[in-house]
């Protein structure tokens, strides 16, 4: 069972910039980054798979930055531009074995408990 453990959340106004952390227990293949806000169904914010391919949602491409670093079994994600609409709270998610980057939650088993992350106007 993949343990995985969100960090890096907090409050900013917009325009400013967040790095969430997620710490996981031993290595996978892939890695995402979701988001929930209140009343909102689940949505993929950004994933980095095999051979460190990427793929993100169009609502933040140019603003977040995800990256992995498998040493240290960490996946991380870099928000900068950040709006009031990205308030939500953030969660990590992996798996292995996803051939292509995906951000569909119904392809990951393993789960983080979420940061919350507030942009204020």
């Known amino acids: 069972q993949v343990q995985l453990v969100e960090s890096g959340g907090g409050s900013v106004q917009a325009g400013g910039s967040l790095r969430l952390s997620c710490a996981a227990s031993?290595?996978?293949?892939?890695m995402c980054w979701f988001r929930q806000a209140p009343g909102k169904e689940r949505e993929g914010v950004a994933t980095i798979g095999i051979f460190g391919r990427t793929k993100y949602a169009d609502f933040v491409k140019g603003r977040f930055t995800i990256s992995k670093d498998n040493a240290k079994n960490s996946l991380y994600l870099q928000m900068n531009g950040l709006k009031p609409e990205d308030t939500a709270m953030y969660y990590c998610?992996?798996?292995?074995?996803?051939?292509?980057?995906?951000?569909?939650?119904?392809?990951?088993?393993?789960w983080g408990q979420g940061t919350q992350v507030t942009v204020s106007s």
């Open positions: 998610a992996a798996d292995f074995r996803i051939t292509l980057p995906t951000l569909s939650d119904n392809d990951f088993r393993y």
């Open positions: 031993e290595y996978t293949d892939s």
